[in-house]
């Protein structure tokens, strides 16, 4: 049965437990084809209620049980109505394992599953893979973590909104299946309006006050180099995911704050099988929609994933023959506004250096970014108040997330721009940006945002990638960080900048200067920081930037001001 199919009836889910060896019991709906048979199973292992079902982004259950399977949507540990503690990651491994083989053995099933979902509903797929459970021959994930410490933290900064924002709303689920009315009350109202105004803006009192509900104070507590995130990550279980040799259906998008995960976990099991493939749309973390931010992307961006999702099952549960030959990757163009396939992603990058006179933070129209090396040594000062910190402007934080025009926060005095010319034909960018910066700090501790952006022909500034660090130690000389992978064609008449700030607030807490952990720090505690950025022959400081094979970048189309 192929993805164009008749769909089947499908009967009404079912209430199906399982008994895990520790006693609890974990609640599943299944939904099973009305016609007889026996079936493949997909699995869905949900952590925020089964009826729910990844419906905000994936077609439902009922849906993929129309196309012949039979589908199992499971509360994991502590969630929904199934019994114990959630405690995320820990014990996913043998949860999963034990699920994978119960769902085999179910009436009308096969005894061949894959799983499916996104979020935390991917995550828990990889570990699942990493137990024993010889029925699971396929996965999907889509927009999940990877390496938890990474998902916590990127670059030893704390991803705060992220982790306030999700850590309130596991928390209120808590309190709500123990019946506690004020505290889910209370926490709910948290969720619209993150209580970032206490004393310590990443350590909310009402958290704190409620953390016998949920990890999240523990999380917090917890440092980005610490064991722990070893014991819950799907990193640590690579080798045997890989010896699994699994087809694999990885998903992201270029505003998911996951997008780094997702093309990272792709990497490191891209060869473990020769069915394993990679889609990123232009996509927030939910709903994958044409319209993102304040960008319309087009009709392709309203892209059918769940026929993806069909296709890829059928031909590795069913095996049903490919409908067409694809590359392993296919990355939708931001520029172009349609889809592009690679084998690889392409290893060509272009060194563009940064020029200015020093005023870059006072007029966008000073910094530049160029083959050429100035002739003269310059140093542009980021001066970053904890008091006005940079705003977090779209991306993966903002409100509105996604690609937004954010040319008042380029012409703040604490965030420097450095601009190409005009382009005289379109170049095409994609891979992971990276940044080599000369850098020195009047603080024992700083941080770096670096956006990069394309600027229209209107003048308009829209994010295509990014990336952020916490630096504890502060010193003098060459710091490199590595941004999000992206996928944009810019077209003859426009620009790229790159944007360095001091702080992306409230997407990462503000460091307060001092040396102290900006998790833990109170507020009182903040001073102003200076942030040199040199450049010119003897300092430079650069982007290296990914660009297609076809792309060729002409010493006439880029030039750094003199």
């Not at 959630?86 to 119960?102: L, Q």
């Not at 506690?180 to 310590?200: C, I, K, R």
């Not at 590795?316 to 990355?331: D, N, Q, T, Y």
């Not at 005023?359 to 129209?365: I, V």
Request: hydrophobic share 35%.
């Amino acid at each position: 049965m192929s993805a164009k199919s008749i769909q089947l009836p499908v009967l009404p889910p079912e209430i199906e437990t399982l008994t895990l060896k520790d006693g609890a019991r974990l609640d599943a709906d299944v939904y099973r084809p009305a016609a007889p048979g026996s079936y493949p199973v997909l699995l869905q292992r949900q952590a925020y209620s089964r009826r729910i079902a990844c419906s905000i982004c994936y077609a439902h259950p009922a849906w993929y049980a129309a196309h012949g399977y039979i589908v199992v949507v499971q509360d994991v540990r502590g969630r929904g109505t199934s019994e114990g503690t959630f405690r995320p990651g820990e014990t996913e491994i043998e949860d999963g394992a034990e699920t994978v083989e119960w769902a085999a053995r179910l009436d009308g099933a096969n005894g061949d599953v894959g799983m499916y979902g996104f979020s935390y509903q991917a995550y828990n797929q990889l570990l699942a893979a990493a137990g024993d459970c010889p029925s699971l021959k396929a996965l999907a994930p889509a927009m999940g973590p990877w390496n938890p410490a990474h998902w916590a933290y990127e670059n030893g900064a704390l991803q705060m909104k992220h982790m306030i924002g999700w850590g309130i709303q596991i928390t209120a689920e808590a309190a709500r299946r123990a019946g506690d009315d004020e505290a889910f009350s209370v926490l709910q109202a948290a969720g619209s309006n993150l209580p970032f105004n206490g004393p310590v803006a990443a350590m909310p009192q009402l958290l704190q006050k409620y953390r016998h509900y949920s990890h999240v104070m523990d999380w917090l507590e917890t440092p980005v180099d610490s064991p722990y995130w070893h014991r819950i990550s799907p990193v640590t279980h690579v080798d045997a995911i890989r010896a699994r040799h699994l087809p694999m259906l990885f998903v992201g998008g270029w505003f998911d704050p996951f997008l780094p995960a997702t093309v990272e976990s792709f990497q490191a099991l891209a060869t473990s099988s020769e069915d394993i493939r990679l889609i990123v749309g232009p996509w927030i973390h939910f709903p994958w929609t044409r319209k993102v931010g304040s960008v319309d992307f087009g009709p392709e961006a309203q892209r059918n994933v769940d026929i993806d999702h069909i296709r890829f099952f059928d031909r590795v549960l069913k095996g049903s023959p490919r409908e067409a030959e694809h590359r392993r990757i296919e990355l939708f163009d931001m520029g172009l506004k349609t889809w592009r396939q690679y084998q690889d992603l392409p290893n060509t990058t272009q060194a563009l250096l940064l020029g200015g006179t020093g005023r870059t933070s006072m007029d966008p129209q000073d910094g530049s970014l160029g083959l050429r090396q100035a002739s003269d040594d310059h140093v542009e000062h980021i001066v970053h108040d904890p008091w006005r910190p940079a705003p977090t402007t779209g991306g993966y934080y903002g409100v509105p997330t996604g690609p937004v025009d954010r040319r008042m926060t380029d012409e703040r005095g604490d965030v420097l721009t450095f601009t190409t010319q005009a382009l005289e034909t379109s170049i095409e960018i994609v891979g992971e940006p990276a940044v080599e910066l000369d850098l020195s700090c009047d603080r024992p501790s700083f941080d770096l945002s670096c956006i990069l952006s394309v600027v229209t022909s209107d003048d308009k500034v829209f994010q295509i990638s990014s990336g952020y660090a916490h630096y504890r130690k502060a010193r003098a000389g060459r710091y490199q960080l590595k941004l999000a992978t992206t996928c944009a064609t810019l077209k003859k008449g426009e620009r790229l900048r790159l944007s360095i700030a001091g702080a992306d607030y409230p997407a990462y807490p503000v460091n307060p200067g001092t040396g102290e952990d900006p998790v833990m720090t109170p507020k009182t505690h903040a001073v102003v920081t200076t942030i040199a950025v040199h450049h010119g022959p003897s300092r430079a400081s650069l982007l290296r930037l990914p660009v297609g094979s076809a792309s060729d970048i002409g010493s006439d189309r880029y030039r750094a001001g003199s």
